[in-house]
């Protein structure tokens, strides 16, 4: 990635980012990557789950009060004994307690609060590394910076990467719609649910681009969706697939255990379909 | 009376003809009383519909195609109205 060897490195991350940033240095530790020194690890609204223990001294988590994917997938995670190699459960921390911030306005919102990282005020009182009281300052160089992906933060509302689904997604109805997708023939196969998932399309295109019937649709994004499948130990991932409209399949087991059927519904909130569809 | 079959209708948009997969997994009694022709209510937490059944023998899937003109909409918790098509 451009870093030099022995370089003091600052991971931060945020949801399923800030979760790969506290495993990445233990992946060092285990001898997969000795080129650089992890200084400090800094992670925004992810489940709390390094069990083979970063010291306490480099991690910093922040987590805005009812986040459910600080809370839920962690509680999930733990609940089913998650067993993995490079994620599994860190019962312990539910002893050594994130820093818990306010994310403003909005406790009825679990998308928004989710998001809500960039703009808390309590944020301000800590330093680059995390600490409060502290100084330190990064002096950013603009000459050797280099975006490997979208600054998300400052995306507008709209432009989040929405998943929506028509209906009220609970884990029975995730369950129902789980299925081999008819069209992608096997091998490989397709398993999963659908979506409409398009990154840059607001919610009520999505909700059209579905015609979708039901009174009203359930939304989450993709980052919210992965970073809940990942804490209760399942790989998911959100893929392009045959269909009406924007249509996209959630990848996961089939049939879909229950207990990750519990934590994806988790990270859909319901809102009126702004674009019911009462066609023949 | 017809037999009622939870689905998910977002199942709806992976076909091309808009049919509704049933799932055998969440009812496989009532999955055993299938057969193409028969007139079945699928239903969800808001809604339901009346639909015929239809095996694809390529995918072996059970399917059901809605008659939207008898679609009605289920009465939310705590409310006794039922809204209809």
């Known amino acids: 990635m451009g870093v030099p060897p022995g370089a003091n490195v600052i991971l931060a991350g945020h949801s399923l980012g800030g979760l790969v940033a506290q495993n990445l240095p233990v992946l060092s530790e285990l001898g997969y990557n000795q080129r650089w020194k992890t200084v400090r690890v800094i992670a925004f609204g992810s489940p709390i789950m390094n069990q083979l223990r970063l010291p306490d001294s480099i991690t910093r988590r922040f987590a805005v009060w009812g986040d459910p994917v600080v809370t839920q997938a962690s509680y999930w995670a733990a609940k089913i004994g998650f067993k993995s190699m490079f994620f599994p459960p860190d019962i312990s921390g539910w002893s050594r307690k994130p820093i818990w911030i306010d994310g403003g306005p909005g406790f009825l919102d679990p998308i928004g609060l989710h998001l809500a990282y960039p703009n808390s005020f309590d944020l301000k009182g800590y330093d680059a590394l995390g600490d409060q009281p502290g100084s330190q300052v990064l002096q950013l160089d603009a000459a050797h910076e280099r975006q490997w992906a979208t600054d998300f933060s400052q995306s507008t509302a709209n432009e989040r990467p929405w998943v929506v689904r028509g209906g009220v997604a609970t884990s029975k109805q995730l369950q129902a719609g789980t299925a081999k997708h008819r069209g992608v023939p096997d091998p490989p196969g397709l398993y999963g649910f659908s979506v409409q998932y398009q990154p840059g399309k607001t919610i009520q295109e999505l909700a059209a681009a579905g015609k979708f019937r039901n009174p009203q649709i359930s939304v989450t994004t993709d980052a919210a969706l992965v970073a809940a499948g990942v804490a209760a130990g399942y790989a998911v991932s959100i893929v392009k697939s045959p269909g009406a409209g924007y249509h996209h399949t959630v990848q996961v087991p089939l049939p879909l255990p229950l207990d990750l059927a519990v934590a994806l519904s988790a990270v859909f909130t319901q809102e009126e379909n702004p674009a019911r569809f009462l066609g023949p | ?85």
């Open chain 2, 1 to 85: 009376m017809a037999v009622r079959l939870y689905v998910d209708f977002n199942t709806m948009a992976m076909d091309p003809k808009a049919r509704v997969s049933i799932n055998p997994h969440m009812q496989p009694v009532l999955t055993q009383e299938l057969h193409p022709g028969l007139v079945v209510t699928l239903y969800d937490e808001e809604m339901e519909v009346e639909a015929v059944v239809e095996f694809d023998e390529h995918d072996h899937t059970w399917l059901g195609q809605p008659n939207w003109s008898m679609r009605r909409d289920l009465p939310l918790p705590g409310n006794n109205d039922a809204r209809s098509a």
